[in-house]
């Protein structure tokens, strides 16, 4: 349930969404939710991992892009 | 300084706070299922001695803005929030949620009474289950800030100020005389008054950090 002040048709006005195209990249106990996107990088949708201070890692945070073969970003 | 690594962390909690299931592309969205693991995070690292918590919010799921404003209200490190552009609706709890809130001259927040919408089956127990939620969020407000739950129902289902629904906007001071925020503010005095909850110890060599105490 929404408790917003937006009109509710216009957050959930889903028109023109494409679906994601997802895939879960799995390292040690880190999984990696990404989105393959059209120039064939990966973005971040979702970090699971059982490690809290995963989440914290700067480059780990949704909506960051992590390149497919898992090379850190420095 | 490039490589300087921040004790205090900083928490945005920005455009509608997504929970349950995923929103429109078009709309900019905090995502829940990030930020409890990160309070978790917080609450364990030794290097981090506070968080702030910056509000640009126009609401959103409420078990995900009541999940956040619990975790941060349980946390045992201090906390501070600052309502900066708006504070909204489920924003309200996570605000208030801190050990202190601030709130800029321009900022508003929006109290308004939830709503339920699409396909409902209309008996008494859709009404009592509103009102059960409702006062959840009455209840939490109340019990994190310094407002009574009678001015609370009265701005929340006053008629004649929003165009759409009922219920107040409050600027900046006035969420303040309420009761609702402690005080007026930005970014000087949350970091301040974070410094003042939690202040840094001077380093053994006797080198100064910043928010350190004299």
């Given amino acids: 349930m929404l408790h917003t002040i937006y009109p509710l048709e216009v957050v959930l006005d889903y028109e023109g969404d494409v679906e994601p195209n997802l895939k879960e990249l799995t390292f040690g106990q880190m999984t990696l939710v990404v989105e393959r996107l059209e120039s064939g990088e990966h973005r971040l949708v979702r970090l699971i991992s059982p490690n809290p201070q995963d989440y914290l890692i700067g480059w780990l945070q949704p909506g960051s892009i992590v390149i497919s073969d898992f090379r850190r970003q420095i | ?214």
């Fill in chain 2, 1 to 214: 300084m490039p490589g300087w690594e921040s004790d205090i962390y900083c928490v945005p909690i920005i455009g509608q706070i997504e929970g349950h299931f995923i929103l429109p592309q078009k709309n900019k969205t905090t995502k829940y299922e990030h930020i409890i693991p990160q309070l978790v995070a917080i609450e364990q690292n030794p290097k981090i001695r506070g968080l702030l918590i910056v509000l640009n919010t126009v609401g959103g799921d409420i078990e995900a803005g009541l999940a956040i404003a619990e975790m941060v209200a349980s946390l045992s490190k201090p906390t501070v929030s600052l309502v900066l552009g708006g504070g909204h609706s489920i924003g309200l709890p996570i605000a208030v949620a801190t050990d202190y809130s601030f709130i800029a001259e321009t900022a508003t927040i929006t109290i308004h009474p939830i709503r339920l919408t699409g396909q409902i089956i209309s008996v008494p127990q859709t009404y009592e289950y509103l009102d059960k939620m409702q006062d959840r969020i009455i209840r939490f407000i109340v019990e994190n800030s310094d407002i009574t739950e009678e001015k609370l129902r009265e701005l929340m289902f006053r008629t004649g100020e929003l165009v759409r629904d009922v219920g107040t906007v409050l600027i900046g001071k006035e969420a303040v005389n309420v009761g609702l925020v402690n005080s007026l503010g930005g970014l000087r005095e949350g970091i301040a008054m974070l410094n003042q909850l939690a202040p840094v110890p001077p380093a053994p060599n006797g080198e100064k950090k910043p928010g350190s105490v004299k």
